[in-house]
């Protein structure tokens, strides 16, 4: 027989925001719950063990979202969801995460965010992603060494990297994505890959410990936060080269992605972030196979550091 286990509006305090000030102070939140599943030894055996037990559901989501934040309701549902489909037979899930009392003007009751997922459809996104194939392509101007992968999230490039034999920090601001890069990297036996869980937003003046000339390779994709070039290019050696991809104004004009049009580059903006590197590849435009079948709009940067000069006596 197959059934549906409601759980409705399930309460707990967490801290999930944008900002670090959002994120200081933990929020109401409010979970709903639908869960189809096979029930049937249930109704024959009366037993507990033969079902799905509610309390122990309620107890695994309150445990994720008490003691892990998230800049976005859409990372916590995911990790809500990843737990559901690991620890329960379910076989389809429909979820509703909202905050109750969101610190946005005129919304008087509640924002979320509703996600339904089969357990297949759940199972392919659990596939590791593959690199940007702008990264693919520039991996032979990239010099062998240390590098720095900055907002990581997954992991995807830092894993690449380190199984071409580079040595790989990767740090990123979710510290529960880290420990995941951590456990898939334990996993493919790549101990060269180490993780830092670090704050890239926080109010200047603000270092964030890049160093100083200390990385053959930075890569940046998909993350935009300008006070950080000047960190990024210091950091880089004489000769080390800096691999940046990220969506263009272009791209929020044509598809509203990203949600803000501040975390667009403008026109040939990267480049003048960089110029005081020497540009060995850039290219902004429509690039295909970024994010799924359509076009992204996008600026592709491949720069190097300029050597020191050498003083002859």
């Not at 939140?29 to 309390?55: K, M, R, W």
């Not at 880290?178 to 890239?200: F, G, H, M, N």
């Not at 990385?215 to 004489?238: M, N, Q, S, T």
């Not at 104004?249 to 403008?266: G, M, Q, S, V």
Request: aromatic content about 8%; charged content about 20%.
């Amino acid at each position: 027989m197959s059934a549906h286990i409601i759980i409705e509006r399930l309460e707990f305090r967490g801290r999930c925001g944008v900002t670090a000030e959002e994120r200081a102070k933990p929020q109401p939140l409010a979970v709903d719950l639908e869960l189809a599943a096979s029930l049937d030894p249930a109704g024959h055996s009366d037993n507990l063990a033969d079902t799905i037990d509610y309390a122990k559901i309620a107890q695994r989501l309150v445990e994720i979202g008490t003691t892990q934040e998230a800049c976005l309701l859409e990372t916590m549902a995911e990790r809500f969801l990843a737990m559901l489909f690991a620890d329960f037979p379910i076989a389809h899930a429909n979820l509703w995460l909202r905050k109750l009392h969101a610190p946005i003007s005129h919304v008087t009751r509640s924002v979320g965010i509703r996600i339904e997922r089969t357990r297949l459809a759940q199972q392919l996104s659990q596939v590791e992603p593959k690199p940007a194939p702008f990264l693919v392509e520039q991996l032979h101007r990239l010099p062998k060494g240390l590098v720095l992968d900055v907002a990581t999230r997954g992991g995807r490039h830092a894993l690449h990297l380190a199984a071409h034999g580079y040595q790989v920090d990767a740090v990123d601001r979710d510290s529960a994505a880290l420990a995941q890069l951590a456990a898939s990297a334990t996993e493919r036996a790549l101990p060269s890959i180490t993780t830092k869980a670090i704050d890239l937003e926080q109010p200047m003046p603000f270092d964030p410990g890049f160093g100083h000339e200390r990385y053959d390779v930075i890569l940046v994709f998909f993350y935009l936060h300008r006070p950080l070039f000047p960190f990024l290019i210091e950091a880089l050696k004489p000769g080390g080269v800096l691999i940046y991809e990220t969506f263009t104004i272009d791209n929020y004009t044509h598809h509203k992605h990203p949600r803000r049009w501040e975390f667009c580059l403008a026109h040939n903006e990267l480049l003048r972030m960089t110029s005081t590197l020497q540009t060995l590849h850039y290219d902004e435009g429509a690039h295909d196979g970024v994010e799924g079948p359509r076009s992204t709009y996008t600026a592709q940067l491949v720069a190097q550091k300029p050597l020191r000069p050498v003083h002859l006596a």
